[in-house]
């Protein structure tokens, strides 16, 4: 019987970052995970929404949860910053009530159905590490990294704030030390690996959000890694696109391939780079599957 979800790739997903996308899509298909499409479902408004209007952003949280529920599925998402809005606006609904009262009425008044609370808020990562036999998963690994050193960059908005998430979520993560391990490869540990991609001070910041990306990337790298993953579309923008405007920042070259983690789990599975939308990557690891014949 296979993993049924509805899904919700986020903006980044549907737009500027369409890898991350056609690969979560790739790889549910070949480990059996079923996507329900979500056509109404909007932008999550992200933290900067929650911080300037916090009851316009529970409606909308609502709304978006609603229409998974009525697909009588979990929701699933490949965003960081998604993941954390609707999470954090689930968690509200599920331990205050009154609150889902409240927002539910405003649905009501909108023609929307409300929401019953009754779903969870799931990331692609954790239904890959935690609810894919892990034996299954090797089994379909016919193209292992044979050692190579990956750096998993977690972010935060998958870790904090802890309370929101499920036991195995949280500060401790280690989704994508497990996958890395699973698939072949040798997790670098590094200083940064679970701080903000710089992504959410772009506009206000962006030397700064520059400087981040630099110094995460540089600190992945000389601990060792060949290549960096991440499991967030944002990270990935951060991580990749902005890496060499980093670079100047920083005053010293990286160059090193970052790519999301759905697409090096693809390419372990056996699919086409294209199909994973490797030739998009900014800072791509043509090179690295070259070398290592994955």
Known sequence: MSLEFAYYPGCAGKQVQQEGDWSARAVCQELDIKLHEMPRSTCCGAVSLRETKPAFSLAVAARILSEAEALGCDLMTICNTCLQTLTHANHRFKTEPEILDQINAVLKEAGTRPYE??????????????????????????????????????????????????????????????????LGGRPVNYDGQDRCCGFHVMLSDAEEMRRMVGINCRNAKEAGAQVMISPCTLCDMSLNVYQSAAEKVIGEPINLPELNFAQLLGLTLGLNSEQLGIQRLHVGPQEVIKQMDI
């Open 117 to 182: 609370a009754s779903i969870k808020v799931h990331h692609l990562l954790w239904v890959v590490t935690d609810m894919v036999d892990p034996d299954v998963l090797k089994q379909k690994v016919t193209r292992p990294l044979k050692g190579l050193s990956v750096a998993p960059f977690y972010g935060c908005h998958n870790l904090r704030p802890e309370i929101i998430f499920d036991s195995k979520a949280g500060e401790k993560a280690d989704h994508l030390d497990r996958l890395i391990a699973i």
